[in-house]
């Protein structure tokens, strides 16, 4: 089993910036590729970016590249999300997830196998 807790969450005004954080513990000792998701309410949850074990590939919505930047640190098990130049559209519960051990750094929910319980992200205008 693996628990991923999110922290960071909050509420920011538009144009400010976030951090949020991914820790991973139990049995992390896999080679996973860790993605970030956000549902906000009424709508479906979407795809925000991922990144590989290594940290060498990453991929993000286009709704966020340019903003948003995953990083990692396998040493502490945990794995990031900056949010920059955050936006009202940007409101939405963000959640951390693993992917299963063959599936590449993605956007299919269906390749990721552990998730965390989210943390809320409010950006007022």
């Known amino acids: 089993q693996v628990q991923l807790v999110e922290s960071g969450g909050g509420l920011v005004q538009a144009g400010g910036s976030l951090r949020l954080s991914c820790s991973a513990s139990?049995?992390?000792?896999?080679?996973?590729?860790m993605g970030w998701f956000r549902q906000a309410p009424g709508r479906e949850r979407e795809f925000v970016a991922a990144?590989?074990?290594?940290?060498?590939?990453?991929y993000y919505a286009d709704s966020v590249r340019g903003r948003f930047t995953i990083s990692r640190d396998n040493a502490k098990n945990t794995v990031y999300l900056q949010m920059n130049s955050l936006k009202p559209e940007d409101t939405a519960a963000y959640y951390c997830?693993?992917?299963?051990?063959?599936?590449?750094?993605?956007?299919?929910?269906?390749?990721?196998?552990?998730w965390g319980q989210g943390t809320q992200v409010t950006v007022s205008s």
């Open positions: 997830a693993r992917a299963t051990p063959s599936a590449p750094p993605g956007a299919n929910p269906d390749e990721y196998d552990y």
């Open positions: 139990g049995r992390t000792s896999g080679l996973n590729a």
């Open positions: 990144i590989s074990w290594s940290g060498s590939v990453t």
